[in-house]
């Protein structure tokens, strides 16, 4: 069964009632959706509701009823397939009804299968005129969608003819590269392609493949329009380009015709990928190599210098104070304390060499051919007087150092690993030594650095597990047989190493900032054991303590210091705080200003070592110091007869037109003792009269032991 469309009916407009009724009849027996009328008014009606696709008229209806419908149909521009119907069997009436609009015709009398023919023959034209419209509407729309998205599409979209030329580009390559698609149909692809790139591009763009019908992937540089300089003009892009070849039963088939492709600008993605690249080989604080590009670096010095038998060299830095410094001024000014370091190093090195920051501050250096030994230590020299020279951030002036460790390939290694590690150990070996501050690797320095990564450690515990304890020694006025002061010396009984001497524990824990911690346990305790000793709370015997530099780099020093004698109640003026020359001269001015604040609340202060050092009246007058302690070597020449204990009567008498106090440390003997007071210097500390004792051994009888070795 046939289903017709429900606006596809037929309407039969005709006089004769009878051959109404028998095309009603007809209708029915074969399904046909068909109406029937009489009159021009009641068709009128009909066609107005819009159900009907096919009409059949007689154009000889009296009063021309059909001529009138005719016309009708015409002026309102409906589109219904007529078929007229009529007796009048001339061509001449043919004629007019074609010319009418009409579609098919009919001679009068007629079959009924012949016009049953006509009217399913008229019904399918419509149909398949419906489904023509459809596919009009959706090419138009596809048309349509294709020019939106091909010159809408960011992407420029091209095809070549087969010489290369262009005859097809989207207005993308006018937002791209800035040329208007016009100025490029008829000319070459070659036009817009970077000049080191027109080989690479022809196997992409405009190639000529046989039977290889792939889309091919390559990335070019096309060249923007106006800069006449092709660096300036290049545009990283990526080509997808297929050959364009004659179908299948085409006069041309196979034939190679041309190239279709597309191309997409990926400068965005080039600069990503290029910023994670360098992400993953720089430090992005202060955009030096990393670690990783540091050691590419080395291994490919390595095996450049075995093919050259050439030389390098490995620098390993660490920052002296960084720490505290960091700790203090917080997070943000390290960050920007370090970008001025890698600047002011960088400045120290030639070109070729590398500086790279491994992280923390630590920064190592590469110098990839070096002449002679000395080679590495002038930079490393250079690098030391480089980083004395004070940093001035946030209007305040911040001193640094550095320790530098050398290894050299292949004398001390020739493996990345080797080098770095070896260069590492040489760095702890030179932070032990105050005066240069650079080492070269030596393989009996791989051991202490072993015993200096067991002490760091090793001090994280040291206080929460009671490893530490206090010693101390007595300072005698010899005169009275009084105990003047009594010196703190901390001492470090490590489980498994023993007992470790301060000359090997403290320059490790100044270097890893636990000397804060360490020192703030040590004043808390000396001053409680102070206030125990029998006669403390009233006695006016001074607590000396030795004052790391570390300390005074604190933000929280004075501070600290002042809680914790608040805290355990002991007197400030009480408390003397030890100080060597090398200390002072670091950073006068600072060291001046934290000392004043101090002596302030009372606290005293002590030189030690003098004399060993920069000696000058200069900074004994503006330091609030009380007391000189003479170094024990000093003390030492006194009884050899050696020229230098010519010094202790000067020092005597310095410090006394000072109006100081004068100490003497180290006095071991009975005729040191003498001599010594000869000199006029009444007081003295050493093993003539006391070893370093712990507090419970501060008793009565200990005292009297101590006047007894005064008075002989």
């Known amino acids: 069964m046939q289903e017709w469309a429900a606006a596809e009916r037929i309407l039969v407009v005709d006089h004769q009632p009878r051959l109404l009724d028998s095309l009603r009849l007809m209708a029915a027996g074969h399904e046909l959706p068909l109406d029937a009328v009489e009159t021009e008014g009641e068709a009128r009606s009909h066609l107005a509701s819009g159900a009907y696709g096919v009409l059949v008229v007689d154009l000889l209806h009296p009063e021309q009823a059909g001529q009138r419908l005719l016309q009708q149909i015409r002026a309102d521009g409906l589109d219904i397939h007529v ?67 091909v010159e809408r599409s960011p992407d420029v979209i091209y095809v070549l003819d087969q010489q290369g030329n262009f005859t097809f580009v989207n207005a993308a390559v006018e937002r791209m590269l800035g040329y208007p698609p016009e100025a490029l149909l008829g000319r070459h692809y070659s036009v817009i392609v970077s000049p080191d790139d027109v080989s690479l591009a022809r196997h992409g763009m405009d190639d000529r493949r046989t039977g290889d019908r792939a889309t091919r992937n390559l990335e070019v540089r096309l060249l923007k329009s106006g800069d006449a300089r092709p660096e300036n003009r290049a545009v990283t892009v990526e080509v997808s380009a297929m050959g364009i070849y004659g179908q299948s039963g085409e006069e041309r088939e196979g034939e190679f015709l041309g190239t279709y492709g597309v191309v997409r600008d990926i400068t965005e993605r080039k600069h990503a990928e290029a910023l994670i690249r360098y992400q993953a080989h720089h430090d992005l604080l202060t955009g030096l190599p990393n670690r990783a590009l540091f050691k590419d670096r080395l291994r490919a010095g390595l095996a450049r210098n075995q093919r050259s038998e050439e030389r390098l060299a490995v620098l390993f830095l660490d920052l002296d104070r960084f720490k505290l410094v960091n700790d203090s001024m917080g997070h943000s000014f390290g960050d920007r304390l370090l970008e001025c370091v890698a600047r002011r190093l960088r400045e120290c090195l030639r070109e070729g060499d590398t500086l790279a920051r491994l992280g923390g501050d630590e920064f190592t250096i590469l110098l990839p051919a070096i002449q002679r030994d000395s080679d590495p230590i002038s930079v490393a020299d250079k690098c030391i007087a480089a980083m004395r020279e004070p940093f001035y951030l946030d209007q305040q002036e911040i001193y640094l150092g550095v320790s530098i460790g050398i290894a050299q390939s292949p004398e001390h290694g020739e493996t990345v690993e080797a080098l770095i590690k070896h260069a590492d150990v040489a760095m702890y070996h030179a932070k032990e030594d105050d005066r240069r501050h650079v080492a070269v690797f030596e393989s009996f320095m791989s051991q202490r650095v072993d015993q200096h990564v067991s002490i760091e450690s090793g001090l994280r515990q040291a206080i929460a597990q009671n490893q530490l304890n206090v010693l101390y020694q007595p300072q005698i006025d010899v005169a009275s047989g009084r105990i003047t002061a009594m010196e703190a010396l901390i001492r470090w009984r490590h489980p498994t190493l023993g007992t470790i001497s301060p000359l090997d524990f403290i320059p490790v824990a100044e270097q890893t900032g636990s000397i804060i911690p360490i020192s703030q346990w040590l004043l808390r305790t000396a001053c409680q054991d102070m206030l125990r000793w029998p006669g403390g709370s009233e006695s006016g015997t001074r607590l000396a303590v030795n004052l790391s530099p570390v300390q005074l780099e604190h933000a929280d020093f004075v501070k600290d210091t002042l809680r914790i004698l608040h805290e355990v109640g002991f007197p400030p003026h009480r408390l003397e705080f030890e100080i060597t020359e090398h200390l002072l001269m670091r950073d006068l001015e600072s060291v001046v200003t934290i000392l004043r604040k101090l002596s302030a609340h009372g606290i005293t202060f002590a030189v030690d070592d003098f004399g060993t050092g920069y000696s000058s009246l200069s900074y004994l007058q503006r330091l609030p110091i009380h007391t000189l302690k003479i170094d024990q070597s000093f003390v030492r020449s006194l009884q050899e007869g050696r020229e230098e204990g010519h010094l202790v009567g000067a020092i005597v008498s310095m410090g006394r037109s000072l109006g100081l106090k004068i100490v003497a440390e180290g006095v071991e003997t009975q005729a040191q003792l003498d001599m010594l007071r000869r000199l006029k210097c009444n007081e003295m500390q050493g093993y003539l009269f006391s070893r370093p004792q712990a507090a419970l051994d501060l008793s009565g009888e200990a005292v009297e032991r101590w006047r007894s070795a005064v008075h002989g």
């Open 83 to 149: 078929v007229v119907a009529t007796s009048d069997s001339s061509q001449e009436a043919a004629v007019r009804a074609l010319r009418g609009g009409a579609r098919d015709f009919l001679r009068k009398p007629y079959a009924p299968e012949e016009l049953l023919l006509t009217l399913r023959n008229a019904l399918e034209h419509r149909r398949l005129s419906r489904e023509n419209q459809r596919f009009q509407s959706r090419l138009r729309r596809s048309q349509q969608l294709y020019r939106f998205i």
